[in-house]
């Protein structure tokens, strides 16, 4: 079927305004994971789902940042009132269930001006 | 704490030669440790995972690594590079929870013709 799928590709705002960040995970996927890349640097984990547990939100830098999980499939991270530190790669990934091998999407790239 | 450290985040090889990309883990539980590929404008894919089972793991495309537990080792090899493999590599370990990935800060692998 097809894979981990994130929407959009590219978003360009302004500093200080809102932005949601969709990701549709492969279908049957129980698990879900958002890593942000910032240039030149590894993944950073943010957030996960895993049914409809509550997520595990440690990796989240700051109280602007939010996800939420859908129906136990599609998630939006919303990162609010944007810095130009939060321009990176936001990347989604799924996996059967929890522990299990990430599938990752292509990544939204973010540039705050 | 975990933590993946990549050595080089450039590495240059000839057409046909040995590709040898390294990363060191530190780990205070037994890990599980991966290797995954970004081609130029896509997403993440994995290109092999060691869980625990043989030290020498065998991956896609001809890519293999070996865990060597004494050097908290994961160096992925490939004996033959091909301009195909031009991309940034990334190795992964498992957190105390064994879903959230502590990543390396990644390898760009540069083939010359």
């Known amino acids: 079927g097809a894979g981990v799928s994130q929407s959009p590709s590219n978003k360009v705002t302004e500093k200080g305004k809102d932005v949601e960040l969709r990701c549709d995970p492969i279908?049957?996927?129980?698990?879900l994971y958002w890593y942000r890349q910032s240039l030149g640097q590894g993944l950073e984990f943010l957030i996960y789902f895993q049914g409809n547990s509550a997520p595990d939100k440690s990796g989240l830098p700051s109280d602007r940042f939010s996800a939420e999980r859908t129906g136990g499939s599609v998630s939006t991270l919303t990162i609010q009132r944007t810095q130009q530190e939060d321009s990176a790669v936001y990347l989604c990934?799924?996996?059967?269930?929890?522990?299990?091998?990430?599938?990752f999407g292509p990544g939204t790239r973010l540039l705050v001006l | 704490a975990q933590s993946v450290t990549q050595l080089g985040s450039h590495v240059s090889v000839s057409e046909g030669a040995l590709v040898l990309l390294r990363c060191n883990y530190s780990s205070s539980v037994p890990p599980y440790l991966f290797w995954y590929v970004q081609y130029p404008n896509q997403g993440l894919q994995l290109l092999l995972k060691?869980?625990?089972?043989a030290t020498l793991v065998k991956g896609i495309n001809g890519f293999e690594a070996e865990f060597k537990k004494s050097e908290t080792s994961f160096h992925l090899t490939k004996p033959s590079a091909h301009m195909s493999d031009a991309a940034e590599y990334f190795c992964?370990?498992?957190?105390?929870?064994?879903?959230?990935?502590?990543w390396g800060a990644g390898t760009k692998l540069i083939i010359k013709p």
């Open positions: 060691y869980t625990s089972a």
């Open positions: 992964a370990v498992s957190g105390d929870s064994n879903y959230q990935l502590i």
């Open positions: 279908s049957g996927h129980t698990a």
């Open positions: 990934a799924s996996s059967l269930d929890l522990g299990g091998t990430q599938y």
